[in-house]
């Protein structure tokens, strides 16, 4: 089966630490996105990568960092600079035949800060 | 720069009752649009994309929207909705060209009463 897993399903975190919330896709797709989605704001974009070894920051990317080293993994740390981290973190993917390609994603990981 | 306004941040309807759930956007640039649904403590899926020809695009489920560009809309309509449709649904838009990011409005949950 094709698609995208996000692992864990639950994370909880002290303050001042780090963690990393994985996500891979075996879609072969390009393209690869981290949101986070709080109640009643909708998905915000923290990062893309549209090939590996190279991203870009999306609207709020203050207190996170990602990595591309493989296409099929974009693992997303939620840096103890990230001032209120408790938040759904969605992963997706994407090819890049065309603008319009739909955007397939991960079920979440919400991550809560102790 | 694009932006995403659904005004409905929460619709209850009863069963086999029609619905509509608006989304209105801004944009200096033609746009792609999109509809998805996201049930509990799960990630976004597609219902449906508007890229070009018929306004009326048909979707998953029986879900349908309407483009209609000189009021810059995208509404989602469905004749008569199950329990099973109780979800929440986000409208979003792409720019035709120049970028891979997906601008999302902040929801409309949809309640399906019995």
């Known amino acids: 089966d094709g698609g995208i897993t996000q692992s864990p399903k639950y994370l909880f975190r002290k303050e001042g630490q780090n963690v990393t919330l994985s996500c891979e896709q075996n879609?072969?797709?390009?393209?690869m996105y981290w949101y986070r989605q709080d109640p009643g704001q909708g998905l915000r974009l923290i990062y893309y990568s549209q090939i590996v070894n190279d991203f870009q920051k999306g609207d709020i990317a203050e207190g996170y960092s990602v990595s591309r080293e493989k296409k099929e993994s974009f693992p997303l740390t939620v840096t103890s600079a990230q001032k209120n981290p408790t938040a759904f973190y969605l992963c997706?993917?994407?090819?890049?035949?065309?603008?319009?390609?739909?955007?397939?994603f991960g079920p979440g990981t919400r991550l809560t800060v102790l | 720069a694009q932006s995403v306004t659904q005004l409905d941040s929460q619709v209850p309807v009863f069963e086999e009752a029609p619905v509509e759930l608006r989304c209105n956007y801004s944009?200096?640039?033609?746009?792609?649009l999109f509809w998805y649904v996201q049930y509990p403590n799960q990630g976004l899926q597609l219902l449906l994309k508007y890229l070009s020809g018929s306004t009326l695009v048909k979707g998953i489920n029986g879900f349908e929207a309407e483009f209609n560009k000189s009021q810059t809309s995208f509404h989602l309509r469905k004749p008569s909705v199950h329990i099973s449709d109780t979800a929440e649904y986000f409208c979003?838009?792409?720019?035709?060209?120049?970028?891979?990011?997906?601008?999302f409005g902040t929801g409309t949950r949809l309640k399906v009463l019995a």
């Open positions: 879609l072969n797709h390009d393209a």
């Open positions: 997706a993917s994407s090819t890049l035949a065309g603008v319009a390609d739909t955007q397939y």
């Open positions: 944009s200096s640039v033609s746009v792609y």
């Open positions: 979003a838009v792409t720019p035709t060209s120049g970028t891979y990011k997906y601008i």
